[in-house]
């Protein structure tokens, strides 16, 4: 288990562990970083304690969980706190946890090649290219998670500024993919997230939108 005292609050440290991780790699891997590593980058959060990486695939996820082994991570199966995005395994090493994910967080919630394009900034190390996610993006990851500390995150990006049409595009595309009828728990989960929001008197634009579509009204 990782302690409070073992949060990264270095972006360079962050970015040496992805030179690490690319120099080892032997075919490119692109992934999209959508998290608090992203936050701590732009200067709207002090630490983190998870660098949330999302690979376009299964085998890509294998290859990067292979070099993470090699420099002395230690595979191991999520924590309680990681249960509503089901990520399986993570790779721990001190104070570095990598929660990885294939094309996909919250079991049915798919990341769209849309949210791949929305990456706001493009970074190689070696084999490694790396793509920032949008704030929107990582808001709704975050509402979904409900990790220690999100909600504080998730007040943050609210602050910054975020475009609450365009989230609102992205969830309605989301939910309606696969069926209306098709079970989609994250979307409980993102209420839930607003509502803890605006419980703290922050304002959330598309908060009612959202509960209708929990409520499945079309």
């Given at each position: 288990?990782?302690s409070d005292?073992?949060r990264?609050?270095?972006?360079e440290?962050?970015?040496?562990?992805?030179?690490?991780?690319?120099?080892l790699?032997?075919?490119?891997?692109?992934?999209?970083l959508i998290g608090?590593a992203?936050m701590?980058?732009?200067g709207?959060?002090?630490?983190?304690k998870?660098?949330?990486v999302?690979?376009r695939?299964g085998v890509?996820?294998?290859?990067l969980?292979a070099?993470a082994?090699?420099?002395?991570?230690?595979?191991?199966?999520?924590?309680?706190?990681?249960?509503?995005l089901?990520a399986?395994?993570?790779?721990?090493k001190?104070?570095?946890?990598?929660?990885?994910?294939a094309?996909?967080i919250?079991y049915d919630f798919?990341l769209?090649?849309a949210?791949?394009?929305r990456a706001?900034r493009i970074?190689?190390?070696?084999?490694?290219v790396?793509r920032?996610?949008?704030l929107?993006?990582?808001y709704?990851m975050k509402?979904?998670?409900?990790?220690p500390?999100?909600?504080?995150?998730?007040?943050?990006?609210v602050i910054?500024g975020l475009?609450?049409?365009?989230i609102?595009?992205k969830?309605?595309?989301?939910?309606?993919?696969?069926?209306?009828?098709?079970e989609?728990?994250?979307i409980?989960?993102?209420?839930?997230?607003?509502a803890?929001?605006?419980d703290?008197?922050?304002?959330i634009?598309?908060g009612d939108?959202?509960s209708?579509?929990?409520s499945g009204v079309?």
């Amino acid at each position: 288990m990782i302690s409070d005292s073992d949060r990264i609050s270095r972006r360079e440290e962050i970015n040496e562990l992805f030179e690490q991780l690319g120099q080892l790699l032997k075919e490119k891997v692109e992934i999209l970083l959508i998290g608090g590593a992203v936050m701590l980058e732009m200067g709207l959060k002090d630490a983190t304690k998870d660098i949330d990486v999302v690979c376009r695939s299964g085998v890509d996820k294998d290859k990067l969980l292979a070099v993470a082994k090699a420099l002395g991570f230690e595979i191991v199966g999520p924590e309680k706190r990681h249960k509503r995005l089901g990520a399986k395994p993570l790779a721990v090493k001190g104070g570095r946890i990598l929660d990885l994910f294939a094309q996909r967080i919250s079991y049915d919630f798919d990341l769209s090649e849309a949210m791949w394009q929305r990456a706001k900034r493009i970074r190689s190390f070696g084999c490694l290219v790396i793509r920032d996610a949008s704030l929107e993006d990582i808001y709704i990851m975050k509402l979904i998670a409900n990790r220690p500390g999100d909600a504080s995150d998730c007040s943050s990006l609210v602050i910054a500024g975020l475009d609450y049409n365009a989230i609102y595009r992205k969830r309605e595309a989301q939910y309606r993919k696969g069926g209306e009828t098709k079970e989609k728990v994250w979307i409980n989960y993102i209420e839930e997230g607003i509502a803890r929001l605006l419980d703290s008197n922050l304002t959330i634009p598309i908060g009612d939108k959202i509960s209708l579509f929990g409520s499945g009204v079309p």
